[in-house]
């Protein structure tokens, strides 16, 4: 591959930066470094936003950052993981893999680390509605994200008791939401069937309308401002000494950088070996099934917490997702996961039809703490990771751009970037 150059701007050279991966994350980094000046490449395998970014819940979940592990959750996890349609499933063959991995997601749920990490997920969380509508302003979506919320639903008064402790959060980080009456709910969503006992509108979440449209988009105005897409797949680091020169591609080809930017989702943990950076980094494999003739119609999107779904209105019809599935990287998808939440999502919109659908599987890279990676190596000079955000990818995408612009560059976060180090395992 022919060396990339330098293009001279105001008599200074640019900073060569090389972003391995074309996910939300990846394509967000490289648009937010292109704004601070850099020349960027972007790198990856596939087209971009073909991995986790097509098939997310289209969700910006500012509500979102209660960590997975937690007392409650682990006295629900026995009797989901005997459940054939219950909302977790570990593939027999694949579990004695993920026991280092369990071991830590049990010791980040202890009630002294629980209350920090929430906190770390509050401010990365607390600026991502602003942080995406900059974003989306400067690409010309700034119409591609709803303007109305989330609603969480609860069947019984048991349901909305038990969820007690994600509003108790909320309440103590000054997120907003609205308890809704049976009566009112049934005003805001009239698709909804009977049988609801009460909800929560979260109104800072949004929707949009096309996760893979809006990573595309990102892919385009990075190549239009200069930057360069590569497809190809990332094999190394190339290194001299313990500072990085750039990256080794398939076919034994060479892109040399100045920084480099491991941003590649579940596939960064192979990456970050071989830096001798072990990440506790795990593929949480998502479905979704996409309805392009529902039958109904949605204005905000809905959670139901009890049975661990989500249903979202896109602008290809209506997406249902959120089952949980670790099998690993390569056995095939396992399509029953994803039949199991469109059936359930009938239990609750009793208009909905299964016409024209279409199916997904998605490795989300899942840490066992919840809380992302977003930091300079610790042994390399020059390299820097950004990966882990399990289910709020696109939630955090355009904050987590910015601050890793700022490790880039030199600049000062707003907040502190300790928690989020690659050394804290």
């Known amino acids: 591959m022919q060396p990339w150059g330098r293009r001279v701007t105001q008599a200074k050279e640019q900073i060569r930066t090389a972003v391995v991966g074309a996910g939300i994350i990846g394509t967000s980094i490289a648009h937010a470094l292109q704004q601070r000046g850099h020349a960027v490449a972007l790198i990856d395998r596939d087209a971009p936003g073909r991995g986790a970014s097509f098939g997310?819940?289209?969700?910006?979940?500012?509500?979102?950052?209660?960590?997975?592990?937690?007392?409650?959750?682990?006295?629900?996890?026995?009797?989901?993981?005997?459940?054939?349609?219950?909302?977790?499933?570990?593939?027999?063959?694949?579990?004695?893999?993920?026991?280092?991995?369990?071991?830590?997601?049990?010791?980040?749920?202890?009630?002294?680390?629980?209350?920090?990490?929430?906190?770390?997920?509050?401010?990365?969380?607390?600026?991502?509605?602003?942080?995406t509508r900059a974003l989306l302003g400067d690409i010309g979506l700034a119409d591609h994200m709803s303007e109305t919320g989330c609603l969480s639903l609860y069947a019984t008064p048991a349901e909305f008791a038990a969820?007690?402790?994600?509003?108790?959060?909320?309440?103590?980080?000054?997120?907003?939401?609205?308890?809704?009456?049976?009566e009112t709910l049934r005003a805001r969503e009239p698709a909804l069937g009977p049988g609801l006992h009460k909800a929560v509108l979260m109104p800072d979440n949004r929707t949009l309308r096309d996760p893979h449209a809006l990573v595309t988009r990102l892919a385009e105005v990075v190549k239009a401002r200069g930057g360069r897409l590569v497809r190809a797949a990332v094999t190394?680091?190339?290194?001299?000494?313990?500072?990085?020169?750039?990256?080794?591609?398939?076919?034994?080809?060479?892109?040399?950088?100045?920084?480099?930017?491991?941003?590649a989702g579940a596939h960064t943990g192979a990456l970050a070996r071989q830096l001798d950076e072990p990440i506790p980094l795990e593929t949480e494999r998502g479905y979704h099934t996409q309805i392009g003739r529902p039958g109904i119609s949605?204005?905000?999107?809905?959670?139901?917490?009890?049975?661990?779904?989500?249903?979202?209105?896109?602008?290809?019809?209506?997406?249902?997702?959120g089952t949980v599935e670790f099998a690993g990287l390569e056995a095939p998808p396992n399509w029953r996961r994803a039949e199991i939440t469109a059936q359930r999502a009938k239990t609750i919109?009793?208009?909905?039809?299964?016409?024209?659908?279409?199916?997904?599987?998605?490795?989300?890279?899942?840490?066992?703490?919840?809380?992302?990676?977003?930091?300079?190596?610790?042994?390399?000079?020059?390299?820097?990771?950004?990966?882990?955000?399990?289910?709020?990818?696109?939630?955090?995408?355009?904050?987590?751009?910015?601050?890793?612009?700022?490790?880039?560059?030199?600049?000062?976060?707003?907040?502190?970037?300790?928690?989020?180090?690659?050394?804290r395992f």
């Open 163 to 182: 969820d007690r402790e994600a509003l108790e959060m909320l309440d103590r980080f000054g997120f907003g939401y609205d308890v809704l009456d049976a």
């Open 56 to 131: 997310n819940m289209a969700s910006i979940a500012v509500s979102g950052f209660m960590p997975i592990s937690r007392p409650r959750v682990w006295m629900q996890a026995p009797g989901w993981l005997l459940d054939p349609k219950g909302p977790i499933r570990v593939a027999p063959g694949y579990a004695p893999r993920l026991v280092p991995w369990m071991l830590r997601f049990l010791s980040a749920g202890r009630p002294g680390r629980l209350r920090a990490l929430q906190g770390q997920g509050a401010a990365l969380c607390a600026r991502a509605l602003a942080d």
């Open 236 to 263: 190394g680091v190339e290194r001299r000494g313990a500072a990085a020169t750039g990256l080794r591609l398939d076919g034994g080809e060479t892109l040399a950088a100045d920084r480099v930017v491991l941003a």
């Open 349 to 423: 919109l009793p208009g909905l039809r299964l016409e024209e659908t279409s199916r997904w599987m998605g490795h989300r890279p899942a840490l066992p703490d919840t809380i992302p990676v977003i930091s300079s190596s610790a042994r390399a000079p020059g390299v820097f990771y950004a990966t882990g955000h399990g289910h709020l990818g696109m939630t955090q995408a355009a904050t987590t751009a910015q601050l890793m612009a700022d490790l880039v560059t030199g600049a000062a976060p707003p907040i502190d970037m300790a928690p989020y180090r690659i050394d």
């Open 298 to 321: 949605l204005t905000h999107a809905l959670i139901w917490p009890a049975r661990a779904f989500m249903v979202s209105p896109t602008g290809g019809g209506i997406r249902i997702g």
